[in-house]
């Protein structure tokens, strides 16, 4: 089987949304082929001026059934100066995997956690090219979603059932890139 | 010797198989956040476009994402089917199908999933996807959208092998058979996707 040197989801980032304290969301990502993961990178925007510290947590969990497990993280911070990536759009990258792993491939999902320490207001995920954000809840099997109460840390496991999986909030897809 | 040379062979092989084949708990035609918005489509036309699968897959509920700019879609009596096809030289050839009727949410996108007709297991490689929506009754169709990945109009056909194209006659059926011929492959109107998703 191939070797892949790295994989993303769709660089397409025209949209904006806003990124809430504690708030942890699970979003699909298709691996075609195995990857050593190493690296990290999600799409953002600071949205303000002025300095900004922010942690983060990454997890790759598997799904078996209705329950999503977690298999490693990633966990990171990035600093933005006032003249650097205020305003604009830029990537956050962490490279220190809790475990090394080959990922297989197959539907994976990335939990990603915002920690709560600290405000992360003006944060946003760079998401796609027009947001369609549908009334009724996803139907047939899970495709991802995000927790309605806060938490300050990566569950081991989470039912699907208690995800949110309605309206853009809910179902939104950041753009990630994960690398060899 | 030479027979316990072959039991290691057959063992291993076993072993990879399994490895190399995991199957998919969903399949999306293109990423949703990659959509460029909504169109109308228009009534009993059939479009239809080619999908890689890298993986294993069951056929078990293909999602659509629609927009319903009318009340009167509360009560549409209109169908949408879903067609899975294999291409065989140029001809595309009906595998399995899906429908869906209903009605949707006028203020916001509403997800449909339709009903498979068979249980199936798609194998990996290429696949095309077709999907038509018909009106039996009110001619509400006009206010249904499909969420599409495309709204660029290229004035000449789609050069190389057939990877997608739109019916020109309209059909209440998904047909069992369809000569790519008879497909328009030039325009907007052929080239664009509507977001389907299929979940095991």
Excluded at chain 2, 105 to 119: G, L, N, R
Aim: with cysteine; net charge neutral.
């Amino acid at each position: 089987m191939p070797q892949l040197d790295f994989q993303h989801n769709g660089l397409v980032m025209n949209q904006n949304l806003i990124i809430n304290n504690g708030s942890l969301s699970f979003f699909p990502f298709l691996i075609n082929d195995s990857i050593s993961w190493v690296n990290f990178n999600v799409a953002m925007v600071y949205g303000a001026s002025g300095s900004k510290t922010q942690s983060l947590s990454v997890g790759l969990y598997s799904i078996s059934g209705s329950s999503l497990s977690l298999t490693n993280s990633i966990t990171g911070s990035f600093g933005i100066t006032a003249t650097g990536q205020a305003l604009n759009r830029f990537w956050f990258s962490a490279t220190a995997t809790s475990a090394t792993q080959n990922i297989n491939p197959g539907n994976w999902y990335f939990g990603i956690l915002f920690s709560t320490v600290g405000a992360s207001s003006n944060i946003s995920f760079g998401v796609g090219a027009s947001l369609a954000s549908a009334g009724n809840a996803f139907p047939g099997g899970f495709i991802g979603g995000a927790m309605t109460n806060s938490t300050n840390a990566l569950p081991s496991s989470i039912a699907t059932s208690n995800l949110n999986i309605t309206g853009i909030d809910a179902m939104f897809i950041p753009c990630i890139i994960i690398s060899a | 010797m030479s027979d316990f040379l072959l039991m290691g062979v057959g063992d291993r092989r076993a072993v990879v198989v399994a490895a190399a084949n995991p199957q998919l708990q969903f399949f999306e035609n293109f990423p949703g956040k990659g959509g460029a918005g909504n169109v109308a489509y228009s009534n009993g036309t059939l479009s239809i476009h080619a999908v890689n699968i890298p993986l294993s897959l069951s056929f078990g509920y293909p999602v659509v994402l629609l927009s319903a700019s009318s009340n009167a879609l509360s009560n549409w009596l209109g169908e949408i089917h879903f067609g899975l096809y294999s291409l065989n030289g140029s001809t595309l050839s009906l595998a399995n199908s899906a429908s869906a009727a209903g009605s949707f949410i006028t203020t916001a996108y509403s997800w449909m999933s339709m009903a498979t007709s068979a249980t199936q297991n798609i194998s990996p490689g290429a696949w095309y996807f077709g999907l038509n929506i018909f009106t039996s009754g009110v001619a509400v169709h006009t206010s249904l959208s499909f969420f599409v990945n495309s709204s660029i109009n290229p004035q000449n056909a789609i050069p190389g092998g057939f990877l997608m194209g739109r019916m020109t006659a309209s059909t209440n059926a998904m047909p069992g058979s369809i000569a790519t011929s008879d497909l328009d492959i030039t325009g907007s109107d052929a080239i664009r996707q509507p977001y389907i998703i299929i979940t095991a």
